[in-house]
């Protein structure tokens, strides 16, 4: 009889170990990390620009950040530049760089916006 009741207590045990490995993998797989797509490709490929020409009279604001608005034409072109916050010197050269912009031609007019900031650093000798 004690026999029996050993070979009970076992299969319990094998019947809970099993049930929880089951859960487990169960969990496991709900879980894990299935591996992301990649990104999509990029709508705007710039193909060229001027060097911004921020006048010498002209000082940007120290971490002031300058955004300009703009859509891209579908012949990759730059229409309505226009700066988001004012209207002085910078945010009017900011203005005509953008305007320089030329981009791979895309299917659909794409509104579009770049910041600018001004970063200046001394430099080790």
């Known amino acids: 009889m004690k026999t029996n009741v050993l070979h009970r207590s076992q299969s319990r045990r094998i019947w809970r170990f099993g049930a929880t490995l089951g859960v487990l993998l169960l969990v496991t797989g709900c879980v894990a990390t299935h591996p992301s797509p990649p990104p999509p490709a990029p709508e705007l490929v710039l193909l060229s620009a001027d060097a911004p020409a921020?006048?010498?009279?002209?000082?940007?604001?120290?971490?002031?950040?300058?955004?300009?608005?703009?859509?891209?034409?579908?012949?990759?072109?730059?229409?309505?530049?226009?700066?988001?916050?004012?209207?002085?010197?910078?945010?009017?050269a900011l203005q005509q760089w953008v305007s320089t912009f030329r981009y791979q031609p895309v299917s659909r007019e794409i509104p579009s916006v770049i910041d600018w900031m001004q970063v200046t650093a001394a430099r080790d000798r």
């Open 54 to 92: 921020i006048p010498h009279d002209c000082a940007p604001a120290a971490g002031v950040v300058y955004r300009t608005n703009f859509d891209v034409q579908t012949d990759g072109t730059v229409a309505r530049a226009t700066p988001a916050n004012g209207d002085g010197c910078v945010q009017l």
